[in-house]
């Protein structure tokens, strides 16, 4: 599995962003997929994750209530709706896929991942 985030961006802080990642390989619909976030001298942490279905959906607890992530399995597409945006938002947002029916957290967990794409929020 390859895949591609984009969307990422400047944006002030209260604003929105829409991620994408479009995946490519015959596995995306029997796939968990995670986004996952880095910032400048922080460890990559747990953003939220969605089951191949759709139906299982887990958040980090600082993103609950703002973002939304979700999957369009026809175009082999994972989003992630993110609003009310906080300038501690800031950071390298990347995707990841992991051919399982679990719903995971852990980033050691996940086997393919995109190459990232920076999301800046201003104050």
């Known amino acids: 599995v390859q895949l591609q985030a984009s969307g990422g961006g400047l944006v002030q802080a209260g604003g929105s962003l829409r991620l994408s990642c479009a995946a490519s390989?015959?596995?995306?619909?029997?796939?968990?997929m995670g986004w996952f976030r880095q910032a400048p001298g922080k460890e990559r942490e747990f953003v939220a994750a969605?089951?191949?279905?759709?139906?299982?959906?887990r958040y980090a607890d600082s993103v609950k209530g703002r973002f939304t992530v979700s999957r369009d399995n026809a175009k082999n597409t994972l989003y992630l709706q993110m609003n009310s945006l906080k300038p501690e938002d800031t950071a390298i947002y990347y995707c990841a896929a992991k051919q399982t029916i679990a719903v995971l957290t852990s980033i050691y967990s996940y086997d393919y991942w995109g190459q990232g794409t920076q999301v800046t929020v201003s104050s």
């Open positions: 390989g015959r596995t995306f619909d029997s796939s968990t």
């Open positions: 969605i089951s191949w279905s759709g139906i299982d959906i």
